[in-house]
């Protein structure tokens, strides 16, 4: 019996040949989105009762979407770690099992965010923009063990965040709305304290956390006004932790001195968002978790969760494939 699945996941679109005859024998009828960045609800509309799983990416499966998927779909397969954008109290209700890959981009992203202090504090793409511009200005720039990081959302990215900054001597703070391991807080030497502390003493904010209904424009218009002068804020978290009217507010009155964003409330990012207009703004398209060898490993994954979900027996190219890791329902970031 063959099931038919909706793929929409941009990373996975490109390279679903490579699967596409293990796929058939087992079954599977692949039915593949066009798609830039996300499917919404009038997009996923089409698709409702006409499949068994979904192959997805941060598509809008709210409450609504997956009642009218159901009875029919049996199984949700993450491309990735972050689930925010599927409705799990309602999938849980209908029966329908989300599955993700934890632990998928951790070292990755941390390096974006490493990379953003970096070109920060040493005038990086600035330096680049004056030299080739005709200019020799020497940009004043201040080395990392000088400075304060702040951390929102102490889990696995936000651990390695800290870990790697704690190479390059800066002093740590971090906050959390869950406790945080006390071992790794002695061993790396990090403050864990309140997020007002937090934003008033650090040189960078290096946003973690989870999207949920209580991190939703958690760096508001009160929280910015809070912030050190002369501060930089990073986020390849989730774009609506960040109120971007409050951000770009922020960055044109200089309560912020610059701000690194790999992630946006509304994806592709507008073409008229005033960020594309700002000067002290590095953009990139939500590609932090950059790393072939790791979308492999979650390609892989992603298919052996599907096909778990769906009870369909494994295919010996994905039995014997790289492992990701882990196959599992949702587990904190």
């Not at 779909?73 to 599927?86: E, M, P």
């Not at 207009?277 to 939500?286: I, M, Q, S, Y």
């Not at 994954?301 to 494939?321: C, H, K, W, Y």
Request: charged content about 20%; some cysteine; hydrophobic content about 45%.
């Amino acid at each position: 019996m063959s099931c038919r699945v909706l793929l929409s996941a941009p990373y996975m679109i490109p390279v679903i040949d490579r699967f596409g005859r293990m796929l058939a024998d087992a079954g599977i009828e692949l039915v593949v989105a066009s798609v830039p960045e996300r499917l919404d609800e009038a997009q996923l509309a089409p698709y409702a009762g006409k499949v068994d799983g979904v192959i997805c990416g941060d598509d809008r499966l709210s409450a609504q979407v997956l009642e009218a998927f159901s009875p029919r779909l049996r199984v949700i397969s993450k491309w990735g770690t972050g689930i925010d954008s599927i409705d799990q109290l309602a999938a849980k209700r209908l029966g329908i099992r989300v599955c993700n890959t934890p632990d998928a981009f951790t070292d990755a992203v941390a390096d974006s965010v490493l990379g953003y202090v970096l070109a920060f504090a040493r005038k990086i793409p600035w330096a680049d923009r004056q030299l080739k511009a005709g200019g020799w200005a020497k940009l004043p720039g201040v080395a990392l063990h000088e400075c304060t990081l702040g951390v929102v959302g102490v889990g696995r990215i936000g651990k390695a965040v800290l870990q790697r900054a704690g190479a390059f001597k800066m002093r740590l703070l971090g906050n959390d709305i869950i406790a945080v391991d006390a071992a790794f807080v002695e061993r790396n030497v990090v403050e864990i304290t309140d997020l007002t502390s937090l934003l008033r003493r650090s040189d960078f904010i290096s946003v973690n956390c989870d999207l949920n209904p209580s991190s939703h424009h958690l760096i508001g218009h009160e929280a910015l006004k809070t912030v050190k002068p002369g501060a930089f804020l990073i986020n390849t978290a989730r774009g609506a932790v960040v109120d971007e009217a409050a951000l770009v507010e922020a960055l044109q009155q200089g309560r912020l001195a610059g701000a690194a964003l790999d992630v946006y409330e509304d994806e592709p990012l507008p073409a008229d968002s005033p960020l594309r207009r700002l000067e002290n703004v590095l953009l990139a398209p939500h590609n932090a978790n950059s790393s072939p060898e790791a979308w492999e490993r979650v390609h892989v994954n992603t298919l052996r969760n599907l096909l778990v979900g769906l009870g369909i027996e494994m295919p010996s190219g994905l039995a014997s494939g790289p492992r990701a890791s882990g196959i599992g329902e949702q587990e904190p970031s």
